[in-house]
């Protein structure tokens, strides 16, 4: 058990510093985002030609309503930037140990496989979650300073209740870069993999949102269940449990899968 904290804890005080300036990163672009709200004609500025095909795209965000608008400009960059560092960073967890030779020493000690990669799954949970209170507390701030957002409501409820599928969406994308680093054991190929598949997929997602006829290929996207504008505007409970099932369920399948393997794979040498 001292292993494992210790582990736990060396991964989240070399991160801090990754926490603090991605979750500001995330907080100060919901701030400029915020403020450029009450200088904005939603309604005008989604009725523009030029953005229909754009918004299609993107799974049809209702710009016109200011939580549609926070949702597209902030939320859609939280899964690209956050994903891809946590693809990054969960990329190089198992082969960097092995090249730099200290998997050797760590499993010397009492601590097995599954403990040690346990240890770095919850941090990986940890530096997500993290990194999104970070950024939806100082939303949280912000949202009170605009008048547009008053008007349409404060719903701190519904805020708060979308970072849930945040979590689970960004454990996602860690979880299978893991497990693609736990069956190659190399870093540029769980990374470059991991990269292709999420851009894959959200490619997919706006193709689908833009034809119907291809409306058949939302099932094999996982932003099918990232539906936060949707959660903030017209909140559904059915859509919300739905995509956290889905979501947490695809975490549980990488999780374990990274873990039967690296329990399996023969460590270089």
């Not at 300036?21 to 907080?27: E, F, P, Q, T, V």
Request: glycine share 6%; proline share 3%; aromatic share 14%.
């Amino acid at each position: 058990m001292n292993q494992f904290l210790t582990i736990l804890k060396e991964h989240l005080i070399d991160k801090k510093w990754i926490i603090l300036s991605l979750g500001a990163m995330i907080g100060g672009l919901a701030l400029l985002v915020i403020g450029m709200v009450d200088e904005m004609d939603l309604e005008a500025f989604a009725a523009m030609p030029a953005y229909q095909d754009i918004l299609d795209f993107m799974g049809g965000a209702d710009i016109s309503n200011p939580y549609g608008f926070l949702s597209m400009e902030v939320f859609t960059v939280i899964w690209m930037l956050v994903g891809i560092y946590m693809i990054f960073y969960t990329s190089l967890m198992i082969p960097q140990e092995i090249d730099d030779k200290t998997i050797e020493l760590i499993l010397s000690k009492p601590i097995n496989r599954t403990k040690f990669l346990a240890a770095k799954i919850v941090s990986i949970y940890m530096i997500i979650t993290g990194i999104l209170v970070i950024g939806f507390v100082m939303t949280s701030g912000f949202l009170p300073l605009s008048l547009d957002f008053v008007e349409e409501g404060l719903y701190f409820d519904r805020l708060w209740a979308s970072i849930i599928v945040h979590i689970l969406f960004l454990g996602v994308v860690a979880m299978f870069a893991l497990f693609c680093s736990t069956i190659f054991l190399h870093s540029k190929k769980a990374m470059g993999l991991g990269i292709v598949v999420l851009f894959v997929m959200f490619f997919i997602n706006g193709l689908y949102g833009f034809l119907e006829e291809l409306e058949f290929l939302q099932w094999y996207t996982i932003f099918r269940y990232y539906n936060t504008a949707d959660y903030l505007i017209n909140p559904e409970l059915d859509v919300y449990i739905r995509d956290i099932i889905v979501l947490a369920s695809l975490n549980v399948v990488f999780l374990i899968g990274s873990l039967i393997v690296f329990n399996m794979k023969d460590i270089p040498n």
